[in-house]
C-alpha cells in the first residue's frame, strides 16, 4: 500500500498546487483515500497532517473508507426535484436497505447524494461510475440496480 | 461512396443511449456492407429528441430523433442513409424550429462539428479570433471585449473587459487565465455542452485572453461531476498543441501559452471565483475575503482572469467579427446573447442561445413548449439554486440582467428549472437552506450557522408552530444573511427563500402574502 501512495504522490507532487491532483490520483486508484496517506502527502508537500486532513475532509468527493463495487449517486438538486426525484431517492434507499453514504451489506453498492449532474433537461439523474443516466425511474432503477448486483456496467 | 452519420457523445444524449445507438447503426452499417464515417457530435441541445442521429446530404444534415436502439433496424429499412422516410424523421436539422429561431453564436459550432478535430473546428469558422488577436496590440484586444459589452456569464454579469484592464495593468511576473468550469447551478448546462461539443472555441478564447492581458499559463477548473468533459478537454488540449496552438510559440507569433485542465472534488462552493483558487492551489476551497481582486492578487498571489466557460467561448467570435457585431445583439446594458437552459418539468428541454431580451414566457412556452407533465407550469427558478422563483405572473418579464434584478430575481448562468402545480414551494424554500447548510464553506458566521437555523425556522413555519412569529424571525435571518455573509453563497440563499415567502404563501400555511 504504501509503496502505491509513495509513487503516485511523487507522480503529481511537483504541479503547482499538486493537494487535489495527488488526491484524485490516489481515489482513482484505490477507490478511497486510506489514512496512512496522510502522513506521507504531508511530509511530501512540506504541509500538517492536519492541512491535508483538512483538505481531503472538505470536499465531498473524497471518501476516507473503501466504497462498495459500484457507487450509485443520486441527483438531489432543484431540476431532478420537479421530476420526482424525492420519490426516487426513497425508492432507492428501500430497495438497498441503506442510508445516503453507506454500502449494502454484499459490498455491491455504495449511495452517495450528489448535487446536479449537468443533465437537467432529462431529469432527474443517477450516476454510476462515469456514466449518467437520464429520465430515471423506480422502474428503470430497480433494472439498475439488479444490473449492479449481477455485477454489470460500469 | 462513404455515408457520414452524426450521433452526439453529449453526455446528455449519452444518458438516454446515445452510445448504444452509435453501436447500432456501426454494426448494422457493417452487416449491410454499407461504407459509412460515423462522427460523435456535440449536441444541438434539443434534448427532447436525443439521442438525435443526423445523416449528412448534398440539401443539408437530415435529422432523425428521438432514436431507441431498436429503432435502428427500421431506419436502415427506410434507406435513412438517403434521407428516406421515417416516423422518426424531422426534416433538416437546421430548419428545426426550435434550432431556427436561435441566435447561435456562442454555440455555432457546438453539435455541428467533429469536437477532437482542429481542421473541422477551423472550417467552421475556428482561429479567426486569435488569429485577428495576434495582429492586433493587448490595449486593442481588451477593447473589443470591453466594448463588445460581455459581461460574466457565470452569473455575476461583471464586464468582462473591465477584468480583463485590471490584469493587464496590474504588475506580475506571472499572470493567469482560470476558466471557472465549476457549473454547479442546478438547471444548468451550456458549460458542459460546449466543453464536450466545442471544446476548442473555449481554448480559443483562453488563449486570446492570455495573449491580451500577457498571461502564459492557463488552467480549466472543472468539477468531477463532468467526467467526459474532463476526456474531452485533455484531448483537445493536447490536439489544440499538436497543430501549434499552445505552447511556446503560439502560430509562430512569439507568444507563449499553456493550459492544464484541473478536477474539482464536488464542492459547490468552488464556483466561487476566490474559493475556486483556493482550490487551484491545492486548499480547502474556503472564499477569501476581497479585496484584493483576483485581478489583482489571485492564483498564487498572481494577477489572475477568472471568467466562466462562456464568458470566455464569446471572445472567439467577439474577435473574429468585431465587437460591434456581438454589441449589437441584446437589450440594454445585456448585449450579446445567452445561452439559456431549459430543465426540470419542461417538455422540450434544452439549449437555447438568443439575444437578451425574449421574455421568459417566449422562453417556456414558444421553445419549452409548456410544462412536460402537462399541467400547468406554477413558477420556475432562474439562475440556479440562488436564485429567485419567478412566479407565472411574472412570466412576461424580458430576460435582461437589470429588469430581473430590478424585480429581485437572477439571471445568473442562464438556467431556467420548470415546476408544475406540483412542487410545495415551503419544501424548495427549505430546501434551499438545506443546500446552504451542506455546501457553505464554513468561513462566515451568517451562512455557516444562518443555513442551520433556517431549516430549522422552516421547519417550525410548515409544521404551524408559532408561524407569524417564525415568519417574522425567518425574514430577520434572511436579512442577516443578505447583508452579513462574506459571499454570494450566504449572501444568496435567502431569494428562493423570500421569494417562495413572497410569492407562494398559501405553501407556508400563510393566508394572505406577508410583506418581505
Given at each position: 500500500m504504501n509503496t502505491t501512495l509513495e509513487a503516485l504522490i511523487q507522480a503529481h507532487r511537483d504541479q503547482a498546487g499538486a493537494l487535489l491532483p495527488i488526491l484524485h490520483a490516489i481515489q482513482n486508484q484505490l477507490g478511497y483515500v486510506p489514512a496512512e496517506a496522510t502522513p506521507l502527502i504531508a511530509k511530501s508537500l512540506n504541509l500538517s497532517r492536519a492541512e491535508v486532513h483538512g483538505v481531503i475532509s472538505f470536499y465531498h468527493h473524497f471518501r476516507t473508507t473503501p466504497p462498495g463495487k459500484h457507487t450509485l449517486q443520486i441527483c438531489r438538486a432543484e431540476s431532478c426535484q420537479s421530476m420526482g426525484s424525492r420519490d426516487l431517492e426513497a425508492h432507492a434507499k428501500a430497495a438497498l436497505g441503506i442510508d445516503y453514504h453507506q454500502t449494502t451489506t454484499d459490498g455491491a453498492i455504495s449511495l452517495e447524494p450528489v448535487y446536479c449532474l449537468g443533465n437537467c433537461a432529462c431529469s432527474p439523474a443517477v450516476r454510476v461510475g462515469d456514466e449518467v443516466q437520464g429520465r430515471m425511474d423506480a422502474a428503470h432503477l430497480d433494472a439498475l440496480i439488479a444490473e449492479l448486483r449481477q455485477g454489470g456496467v460500469a | 461512396m462513404s455515408y457520414k452519420i452524426y450521433v452526439p457523445c453529449d453526455t446528455t444524449a449519452v444518458s438516454i443511449g446515445a452510445d448504444k445507438v452509435a453501436t447500432a447503426i456501426s454494426q448494422q452499417a457493417q452487416a449491410q456492407g454499407l461504407a459509412i464515417e460515423l462522427v460523435r457530435n456535440g449536441s444541438r441541445g434539443l434534448f427532447w429528441l436525443e439521442p438525435m442521429v443526423e445523416v449528412e446530404t448534398a440539401q443539408g444534415r437530415v435529422a432523425y430523433g428521438p432514436v431507441r436502439m431498436s429503432d435502428v433496424a427500421s431506419l436502415f429499412e427506410a434507406q435513412f442513409l438517403e434521407a428516406g422516410d421515417h416516423p422518426l424523421k424531422l426534416g433538416l436539422t437546421e430548419e428545426i424550429p426550435f434550432l431556427k429561431q436561435q441566435e447561435r453564436l456562442t454555440f455555432a459550432r457546438v453539435g455541428v462539428i467533429d469536437p477532437l478535430s482542429v481542421s473541422d473546428y477551423a472550417a467552421h469558422g475556428g482561429w479567426a479570433g486569435l488569429r485577428n488577436a495576434l495582429t492586433l496590440t493587448q490595449a486593442d484586444i481588451v477593447s473589443a471585449v470591453t466594448v463588445s459589452g460581455l459581461r460574466g456569464r457565470g452569473g455575476a454579469a461583471f464586464p468582462a473587459g473591465i477584468k480583463w484592464q485590471t490584469v493587464l495593468t496590474a504588475q506580475g511576473e506571472q499572470k493567469y487565465i482560470v476558466c471557472n468550469a465549476d457549473e454547479g447551478d442546478s438547471g444548468t448546462f451550456s458549460d458542459r455542452m460546449l466543453m464536450e461539443g466545442d471544446p476548442f472555441c473555449l481554448i480559443e478564447g483562453m488563449i486570446i485572453a492570455g495573449v491580451a492581458v500577457g498571461a502564459t499559463q492557463g488552467y480549466i477548473y472543472l468539477r468531477s461531476e463532468y467526467p467526459r468533459a474532463f476526456t474531452t478537454l485533455k484531448t483537445a488540449i493536447a490536439n489544440a498543441k499538436a497543430a501549434g496552438f499552445l505552447g511556446a510559440n503560439i502560430l509562430n507569433s512569439g507568444k507563449a501559452f499553456e493550459l492544464e485542465v484541473r478536477l474539482g472534488a464536488g464542492a459547490y462552493i468552488c464556483g466561487e471565483e476566490t474559493s475556486l483558487l483556493e482550490s487551484l492551489e491545492g486548499k480547502r476551497g474556503q472564499v477569501r475575503a476581497k479585496p484584493p481582486l483576483p485581478a489583482i492578487q489571485?492564483?498564487?498571489?498572481k494577477p489572475t482572469v477568472v471568467n466562466n466557460v462562456i464568458t470566455l467561448a464569446s471572445v472567439p467570435v467577439i474577435l473574429a467579427k468585431g465587437a460591434a457585431f456581438y454589441a449589437n445583439y441584446g437589450m440594454g446594458r445585456s448585449r450579446g446573447t445567452l445561452a439559456f437552459q431549459l430543465a426540470g418539468n419542461i417538455k422540450h428541454g434544452g439549449l437555447v442561445e438568443k439575444a437578451f431580451g425574449l421574455s421568459l414566457q417566449a422562453l417556456l412556452n414558444d421553445f419549452g413548449g409548456g410544462s412536460r407533465s402537462g399541467k400547468p407550469i406554477r413558477t420556475v427558478q432562474v439562475g440556479g439554486p440562488l436564485g429567485a422563483y419567478v412566479p407565472a405572473e411574472q412570466f412576461h418579464l424580458p430576460l435582461d440582467y437589470e429588469a430581473f434584478a430590478k424585480e429581485e430575481f437572477m439571471i445568473g448562468h442562464g438556467g431556467v428549472v420548470a415546476f408544475d402545480d406540483s412542487v410545495n414551494m415551503a419544501q424548495m424554500a427549505q430546501f434551499a437552506m438545506e443546500f446552504c447548510v451542506e455546501e457553505s464553506c464554513g468561513k462566515c458566521t451568517p451562512c455557516r450557522i444562518g443555513s442551520v437555523r433556517g431549516v430549522e425556522v422552516i421547519e417550525r413555519i410548515r409544521q404551524g408552530e408559532n408561524r407569524a412569529a417564525n415568519v417574522e424571525l425567518l425574514k430577520d435571518l434572511c436579512d442577516t444573511m443578505i447583508n452579513g455573509s462574506l459571499c454570494a453563497m450566504g449572501g444568496m440563499t435567502p431569494f428562493p427563500v423570500l421569494s417562495a415567502l413572497k410569492y407562494f404563501p398559501t405553501d407556508f400555511g400563510l393566508n394572505a402574502a406577508p410583506k418581505v
Amino acid at each position: 500500500m504504501n509503496t502505491t501512495l509513495e509513487a503516485l504522490i511523487q507522480a503529481h507532487r511537483d504541479q503547482a498546487g499538486a493537494l487535489l491532483p495527488i488526491l484524485h490520483a490516489i481515489q482513482n486508484q484505490l477507490g478511497y483515500v486510506p489514512a496512512e496517506a496522510t502522513p506521507l502527502i504531508a511530509k511530501s508537500l512540506n504541509l500538517s497532517r492536519a492541512e491535508v486532513h483538512g483538505v481531503i475532509s472538505f470536499y465531498h468527493h473524497f471518501r476516507t473508507t473503501p466504497p462498495g463495487k459500484h457507487t450509485l449517486q443520486i441527483c438531489r438538486a432543484e431540476s431532478c426535484q420537479s421530476m420526482g426525484s424525492r420519490d426516487l431517492e426513497a425508492h432507492a434507499k428501500a430497495a438497498l436497505g441503506i442510508d445516503y453514504h453507506q454500502t449494502t451489506t454484499d459490498g455491491a453498492i455504495s449511495l452517495e447524494p450528489v448535487y446536479c449532474l449537468g443533465n437537467c433537461a432529462c431529469s432527474p439523474a443517477v450516476r454510476v461510475g462515469d456514466e449518467v443516466q437520464g429520465r430515471m425511474d423506480a422502474a428503470h432503477l430497480d433494472a439498475l440496480i439488479a444490473e449492479l448486483r449481477q455485477g454489470g456496467v460500469a | 461512396m462513404s455515408y457520414k452519420i452524426y450521433v452526439p457523445c453529449d453526455t446528455t444524449a449519452v444518458s438516454i443511449g446515445a452510445d448504444k445507438v452509435a453501436t447500432a447503426i456501426s454494426q448494422q452499417a457493417q452487416a449491410q456492407g454499407l461504407a459509412i464515417e460515423l462522427v460523435r457530435n456535440g449536441s444541438r441541445g434539443l434534448f427532447w429528441l436525443e439521442p438525435m442521429v443526423e445523416v449528412e446530404t448534398a440539401q443539408g444534415r437530415v435529422a432523425y430523433g428521438p432514436v431507441r436502439m431498436s429503432d435502428v433496424a427500421s431506419l436502415f429499412e427506410a434507406q435513412f442513409l438517403e434521407a428516406g422516410d421515417h416516423p422518426l424523421k424531422l426534416g433538416l436539422t437546421e430548419e428545426i424550429p426550435f434550432l431556427k429561431q436561435q441566435e447561435r453564436l456562442t454555440f455555432a459550432r457546438v453539435g455541428v462539428i467533429d469536437p477532437l478535430s482542429v481542421s473541422d473546428y477551423a472550417a467552421h469558422g475556428g482561429w479567426a479570433g486569435l488569429r485577428n488577436a495576434l495582429t492586433l496590440t493587448q490595449a486593442d484586444i481588451v477593447s473589443a471585449v470591453t466594448v463588445s459589452g460581455l459581461r460574466g456569464r457565470g452569473g455575476a454579469a461583471f464586464p468582462a473587459g473591465i477584468k480583463w484592464q485590471t490584469v493587464l495593468t496590474a504588475q506580475g511576473e506571472q499572470k493567469y487565465i482560470v476558466c471557472n468550469a465549476d457549473e454547479g447551478d442546478s438547471g444548468t448546462f451550456s458549460d458542459r455542452m460546449l466543453m464536450e461539443g466545442d471544446p476548442f472555441c473555449l481554448i480559443e478564447g483562453m488563449i486570446i485572453a492570455g495573449v491580451a492581458v500577457g498571461a502564459t499559463q492557463g488552467y480549466i477548473y472543472l468539477r468531477s461531476e463532468y467526467p467526459r468533459a474532463f476526456t474531452t478537454l485533455k484531448t483537445a488540449i493536447a490536439n489544440a498543441k499538436a497543430a501549434g496552438f499552445l505552447g511556446a510559440n503560439i502560430l509562430n507569433s512569439g507568444k507563449a501559452f499553456e493550459l492544464e485542465v484541473r478536477l474539482g472534488a464536488g464542492a459547490y462552493i468552488c464556483g466561487e471565483e476566490t474559493s475556486l483558487l483556493e482550490s487551484l492551489e491545492g486548499k480547502r476551497g474556503q472564499v477569501r475575503a476581497k479585496p484584493p481582486l483576483p485581478a489583482i492578487q489571485g492564483l498564487f498571489g498572481k494577477p489572475t482572469v477568472v471568467n466562466n466557460v462562456i464568458t470566455l467561448a464569446s471572445v472567439p467570435v467577439i474577435l473574429a467579427k468585431g465587437a460591434a457585431f456581438y454589441a449589437n445583439y441584446g437589450m440594454g446594458r445585456s448585449r450579446g446573447t445567452l445561452a439559456f437552459q431549459l430543465a426540470g418539468n419542461i417538455k422540450h428541454g434544452g439549449l437555447v442561445e438568443k439575444a437578451f431580451g425574449l421574455s421568459l414566457q417566449a422562453l417556456l412556452n414558444d421553445f419549452g413548449g409548456g410544462s412536460r407533465s402537462g399541467k400547468p407550469i406554477r413558477t420556475v427558478q432562474v439562475g440556479g439554486p440562488l436564485g429567485a422563483y419567478v412566479p407565472a405572473e411574472q412570466f412576461h418579464l424580458p430576460l435582461d440582467y437589470e429588469a430581473f434584478a430590478k424585480e429581485e430575481f437572477m439571471i445568473g448562468h442562464g438556467g431556467v428549472v420548470a415546476f408544475d402545480d406540483s412542487v410545495n414551494m415551503a419544501q424548495m424554500a427549505q430546501f434551499a437552506m438545506e443546500f446552504c447548510v451542506e455546501e457553505s464553506c464554513g468561513k462566515c458566521t451568517p451562512c455557516r450557522i444562518g443555513s442551520v437555523r433556517g431549516v430549522e425556522v422552516i421547519e417550525r413555519i410548515r409544521q404551524g408552530e408559532n408561524r407569524a412569529a417564525n415568519v417574522e424571525l425567518l425574514k430577520d435571518l434572511c436579512d442577516t444573511m443578505i447583508n452579513g455573509s462574506l459571499c454570494a453563497m450566504g449572501g444568496m440563499t435567502p431569494f428562493p427563500v423570500l421569494s417562495a415567502l413572497k410569492y407562494f404563501p398559501t405553501d407556508f400555511g400563510l393566508n394572505a402574502a406577508p410583506k418581505v
